[in-house]
């Protein structure tokens, strides 16, 4: 029988330990692994610690549920580019920036360290992540990395389009404009006339 995502979890904790171990020197300090939708992108980082575990604070780093059917090396590196991240929090190393979606060379430099291929994209910077052959080798061999085989399926809705909620209003006599997001009587400062909802 398959097994459940929280057996599957467990693999991906046990992984964390183990990669702790091997690319940062046991020196992160034990994040919370989590399976979420997160259908724009593979994974993500807490900045913050936002998980108490006993007493103690916790960063979250979440795997995306609609991408778990990739390859376990695929998957692994997500979760060390996310371990990155943790990293460069611990140890005060800026590796974003732009509401922390944009990738600087002080990421790549520190993925690169860490069995990661780093190539960059206009818009999210230098975070495109695939495994090295090494990590590649290291997942293939060592037990502890199963197939997950399983993922979550998200149909993404059809954005409809909304009307703004914005008015326009028009000064008959001078053709000044005011914008407000609900309906106003308003009267134009220059000519004192009443100005319309155009």
Known sequence: ???????????????????????????????????????????????????TVVRKKAYEINLGAETLNRKIENIIATLVHEMVHQYCA??????????NTYHNKRFKEESEKRGLLISYEPRIGWSVTEPTKELIDYVRSNNIYEKISMYRKTTLKEKKSTRS??????????????????????????????????
Not at 6 to 35: G, H, P, Q, R
Not at 91 to 98: A, E, V
Not at 173 to 179: G, K, L
Request: proline residues 1%; contains cysteine.
């Open 1 to 51: 029988m398959e097994k459940l995502l929280s057996e599957k979890l467990e693999m991906l904790e046990i992984a964390f330990d183990d990669l702790n171990t091997k690319y940062f020197e046991s020196a992160l300090s034990k994040s919370v692994i989590t399976i979420q939708s997160t259908p724009s992108s593979y994974g993500h980082f807490t900045t913050k610690q936002v998980w």
């Open 90 to 99: 611990e140890n005060s190393i800026k590796d974003t920036s732009r509401g």
């Open 165 to 198: 909620s914005t008015r326009k209003y028009v000064c008959v006599s001078c053709s000044q404009t005011v914008r407000a997001t609900k309906e106003v009587n308003i009267i134009c400062g220059d000519c004192n006339q009443k100005m319309i909802s155009n």
